[in-house]
């Protein structure tokens, strides 16, 4: 009953394929102007962030980027630490959430008990939702006071010798910074490698197991390794949230022009300049000065996307060499 | 499937009549709608005003933003708003830019104050020179003997000071700044004034509630907000020595007090910061809206004038409550008769 129901279904769709192919053309051509409207969005807004800062861009130079000073009364300008803080806290933030997300990835698909799997799922998305003020609220009153007494002495006391660990602690810092990022992409990373390791085919791992693989070994080199592209896919995905975050890095990360080696001094990001400072600018050039760390910020995270991409490509062509070999 | 479709039957007729009376309450009420934009420092009272002012004048509705001052003064020179609203008074620089001459109206004043976080929360006493050597990084210690001078019997520990100040520009720390640089010849030459400056030292809170909030959780810290959120907090804040040499709790009298002893001359932009007064606490600023002298609209200017004359005047008893100081008797006969110059 079911297959015949089936074969006339496919016969009627033959028939109605047959005749025209306009359906299919517009449909073409309507797709490929939404995927233009994409392009057309980004060069405008890069054009515009490109017009709004030409007066800053003619008066710092190239200086605008390789300076530490920022100083709106003087109206001297200088992005250095901002495009260092934004990297910072952003590389601290896939150290920590990627190894985190992957591995709660896995579990959830691998190892976890079914009934265990959809709840978790459902707090993972839920962490997406909390918006980003009440993140930082939480981060300014719970986590800063708490990393402050308990994990930062800890580090300092055994790390101490590390420049990285050095210094005093006041709370708001890089490192909290880089922290809050963390749990902020730590949804986006887990559920899209989630996806990702459920789309690896089940004959990979049963051809492990067959191999006398432990769950472990399955786990690597079945499906870890057999979905590493999508996997960097993942925390590129993240790197790209990780960057523009605002609200939450801004109220944590202690708003200090600063490079400094340890991460227990405060430092400040690219993104929390512009939330900071672009509503009381009131003089040109510190407008434009602002407008140009948006064209900063929007030329890093072009840049870093792109390193990205480079980086994947070298591994997904070592591996492939690997395979053959 | 069933139960879904039934739902929007039943709700649809309601949906249509709710859209039916919007359309006809849009038009049958034309009402006038005036457009402001700029500081957000004032932004409680003046929606007071506004919603108040409704029932006063039914036919003119107010559409304040609250963007920012530097916000406030861009849109009023573009003229895409009817008024603007700043912490701070324009520039000679910003006024050459606009098309017409723009008028300076202040509306009301508030306090900063010093807040700090120390164990068991003394009554602290500050002057200007320890102020700004502290948030010169300076000062690095609570017992250093600057401070203990004004605070004989204070038990300071040798705890580190951590200074926290406002990351966002802000007229609160334009005030802060015109303070510390009217006090220190060496904060104003290496910082200034503005509504964000090149801080020396310490770390950057967003916001009052980013300042207090830090301050409330870092042991040793010290930092300013405005009086409200000290208030609200329960925070403790500094008496403030004052130019003539007396130590002033920030309150709303003591601020009005500041405001009368101020310099203020005809174009109303003017700084009220360490006044001469006796009782006038010293770290005060004033905000102001702006408004263009000759108006555009004629009907417009006219609804203009009459409400600020209203804030000016009815307006003002409500400042006390939201915990803003009125402006003295004195200084309002002079606002009003500048409003009275408003031409349309």
């Given at each position: 009953?079911a297959a015949?129901?089936?074969?006339e279904e496919s016969?009627a769709?033959a028939?109605?394929a047959r005749?025209?192919?306009?359906?299919?053309k517009?449909f073409?051509?309507?797709?490929?102007?939404?995927?233009?409207?994409v392009v057309?969005?980004?060069v405008l807004?890069?054009?515009?962030?490109?017009?709004g800062?030409?007066?800053?861009i003619?008066?710092f130079g190239?200086h605008?980027?390789?300076?530490?000073?920022?100083d709106?009364?003087?109206?001297?300008?200088?992005?250095l630490?901002f495009?260092?803080?934004t990297?910072?806290?952003?590389?601290i933030?896939?150290?920590?959430?990627v190894p985190?997300g992957?591995?709660?990835a896995?579990?959830l698909?691998?190892?976890?008990?079914?009934?265990?799997?959809q709840?978790?799922?459902?707090?993972i998305?839920?962490?997406?939702?909390i918006?980003s003020?009440?993140?930082?609220l939480?981060?300014?009153?719970?986590?800063?006071?708490?990393?402050r007494d308990y994990?930062f002495p800890f580090?300092?006391?055994?790390?101490?010798?590390v420049?990285?660990?050095?210094?005093p602690?006041?709370g708001?810092?890089?490192?909290?910074?880089?922290i809050i990022i963390?749990?902020?992409?730590?949804?986006?990373?887990?559920?899209?490698?989630?996806?990702?390791?459920r789309?690896?085919?089940?004959l990979q791992?049963e051809?492990?197991?067959a191999?006398?693989?432990?769950?472990w070994e399955?786990?690597?080199i079945a499906?870890?390794?057999y979905?590493k592209k999508g996997l960097?896919?993942?925390?590129?995905l993240?790197l790209?949230?990780?960057?523009g975050?605002?609200m939450a890095?801004?109220m944590?990360i202690?708003?200090?022009?600063?490079i400094?080696?340890s991460?227990?001094?405060?430092?400040?990001?690219l993104?929390?300049v512009?939330a900071?400072?672009?509503?009381?600018a009131?003089t040109d050039?510190y407008?434009?000065?602002l407008f140009e760390?948006?064209?900063?910020?929007?030329?890093?995270?072009?840049l870093?996307?792109l390193?990205?991409?480079?980086?994947l490509?070298?591994?997904?062509v070592?591996?492939?060499?690997r395979?053959v070999? | 499937m069933?139960?879904?479709?039934?739902?929007t039957?039943?709700q649809s007729?309601?949906i249509l009549?709710?859209?039916?009376?919007?359309g006809?309450?849009?038009?049958?009420s034309a009402q006038?709608?005036?457009?402001?934009?700029?500081a957000?420092?004032p932004?409680?009272?003046?929606s007071?005003w506004?919603?108040?002012?409704?029932?006063?004048d039914p036919?003119?509705?107010?559409?304040?933003?609250?963007?920012?001052?530097?916000?406030?003064q861009k849109q009023?020179l573009?003229q895409?708003?009817?008024?603007?609203?700043s912490?701070g008074?324009?520039?000679d620089?910003n006024?050459?830019?606009?098309p017409?001459?723009?008028l300076h109206?202040?509306t009301?004043a508030g306090?900063?104050?010093i807040?700090?976080?120390l164990?068991?929360n003394?009554?602290?006493?500050?002057?200007g020179e320890?102020i700004?050597?502290?948030?010169?990084g300076k000062?690095?210690?609570?017992?250093?003997?600057?401070?203990?001078?004004?605070?004989?019997?204070?038990?300071?520990?040798?705890?580190?000071?951590?200074?926290?100040h406002?990351?966002?520009g802000?007229g609160?720390?334009?005030i802060?700044?015109?303070y510390l640089?009217k006090?220190?010849?060496e904060?104003?030459?290496?910082?200034g004034?503005n509504t964000?400056?090149?801080?020396?030292t310490?770390?950057?809170g967003?916001?009052?509630?980013g300042v207090?909030g830090?301050v409330?959780?870092t042991?040793g810290?010290?930092?300013?907000?405005?009086l409200i959120?000290?208030?609200?907090?329960k925070?403790?804040?500094?008496?403030?020595?004052?130019?003539?040499?007396q130590?002033?709790?920030p309150?709303i009298?003591?601020v009005?007090?500041?405001?009368?002893?101020a310099?203020?001359?005809?174009?109303f932009?003017?700084?009220?910061?360490n006044?001469p007064?006796s009782?006038a606490?010293?770290i005060?600023?004033?905000?102001?809206l702006?408004v263009?002298e000759q108006?555009k609209?004629?009907?417009?200017?006219k609804?203009?004038?009459?409400?600020?004359?209203?804030?000016?005047?009815?307006?003002?008893?409500?400042?006390?409550?939201?915990h803003?100081a009125p402006?003295p008797?004195?200084?309002?006969?002079?606002?009003?008769?500048r409003?009275d110059?408003?031409?349309?």
């Amino acid at each position: 009953m079911a297959a015949s129901i089936a074969v006339e279904e496919s016969s009627a769709q033959a028939r109605m394929a047959r005749p025209s192919r306009f359906g299919d053309k517009a449909f073409e051509w309507l797709t490929l102007a939404m995927a233009l409207t994409v392009v057309v969005l980004v060069v405008l807004i890069g054009w515009q962030l490109w017009r709004g800062s030409t007066l800053a861009i003619q008066k710092f130079g190239f200086h605008f980027l390789t300076t530490s000073t920022w100083d709106p009364v003087a109206e001297q300008f200088g992005a250095l630490p901002f495009i260092y803080g934004t990297l910072v806290s952003s590389l601290i933030a896939l150290l920590i959430a990627v190894p985190l997300g992957i591995a709660t990835a896995a579990y959830l698909t691998e190892l976890a008990p079914l009934w265990l799997r959809q709840p978790l799922v459902s707090l993972i998305e839920m962490l997406a939702a909390i918006p980003s003020v009440i993140l930082g609220l939480w981060g300014i009153f719970v986590m800063i006071p708490w990393l402050r007494d308990y994990p930062f002495p800890f580090l300092k006391r055994f790390f101490g010798w590390v420049p990285l660990f050095s210094g005093p602690i006041y709370g708001p810092c890089m490192f909290a910074g880089g922290i809050i990022i963390a749990i902020m992409i730590l949804p986006i990373i887990t559920s899209v490698s989630r996806e990702i390791l459920r789309s690896v085919p089940d004959l990979q791992r049963e051809a492990a197991y067959a191999l006398g693989a432990t769950r472990w070994e399955a786990t690597r080199i079945a499906v870890l390794s057999y979905a590493k592209k999508g996997l960097f896919g993942a925390v590129i995905l993240g790197l790209g949230r990780a960057l523009g975050e605002t609200m939450a890095v801004t109220m944590v990360i202690g708003n200090t022009p600063q490079i400094a080696a340890s991460l227990f001094k405060p430092g400040y990001t690219l993104a929390s300049v512009l939330a900071n400072e672009f509503t009381e600018a009131t003089t040109d050039i510190y407008l434009q000065a602002l407008f140009e760390i948006g064209l900063v910020l929007f030329g890093t995270t072009i840049l870093v996307n792109l390193l990205a991409q480079l980086l994947l490509r070298t591994i997904a062509v070592k591996s492939a060499t690997r395979a053959v070999q | 499937m069933r139960q879904f479709g039934g739902m929007t039957k039943l709700q649809s007729p309601k949906i249509l009549g709710l859209i039916v009376a919007l359309g006809l309450s849009a038009s049958a009420s034309a009402q006038m709608m005036i457009n402001g934009a700029g500081a957000t420092f004032p932004y409680p009272i003046y929606s007071k005003w506004f919603d108040e002012y409704a029932k006063v004048d039914p036919s003119v509705r107010f559409n304040y933003q609250s963007i920012g001052s530097g916000g406030g003064q861009k849109q009023i020179l573009a003229q895409t708003v009817d008024f603007g609203a700043s912490d701070g008074p324009m520039s000679d620089e910003n006024l050459g830019k606009a098309p017409g001459k723009i008028l300076h109206i202040p509306t009301a004043a508030g306090a900063v104050v010093i807040s700090y976080n120390l164990d068991g929360n003394p009554a602290l006493k500050l002057d200007g020179e320890t102020i700004a050597d502290i948030f010169l990084g300076k000062i690095k210690k609570w017992n250093d003997p600057k401070i203990a001078a004004s605070n004989p019997g204070a038990n300071l520990s040798d705890k580190e000071i951590v200074v926290v100040h406002r990351s966002d520009g802000s007229g609160t720390t334009f005030i802060f700044t015109d303070y510390l640089s009217k006090i220190s010849p060496e904060w104003k030459e290496k910082v200034g004034n503005n509504t964000s400056v090149n801080w020396p030292t310490g770390i950057g809170g967003k916001g009052n509630e980013g300042v207090s909030g830090q301050v409330k959780q870092t042991p040793g810290s010290i930092g300013y907000v405005e009086l409200i959120y000290a208030i609200q907090n329960k925070m403790p804040y500094a008496d403030i020595k004052n130019a003539a040499g007396q130590f002033v709790k920030p309150t709303i009298e003591s601020v009005t007090a500041a405001l009368e002893t101020a310099n203020i001359p005809d174009d109303f932009r003017f700084s009220m910061t360490n006044d001469p007064g006796s009782n006038a606490y010293p770290i005060a600023g004033a905000t102001w809206l702006l408004v263009y002298e000759q108006q555009k609209d004629p009907a417009k200017g006219k609804k203009l004038v009459e409400f600020l004359k209203w804030a000016l005047t009815k307006g003002e008893g409500m400042a006390k409550d939201l915990h803003y100081a009125p402006l003295p008797d004195a200084v309002q006969q002079r606002v009003l008769k500048r409003i009275d110059e408003i031409k349309s």
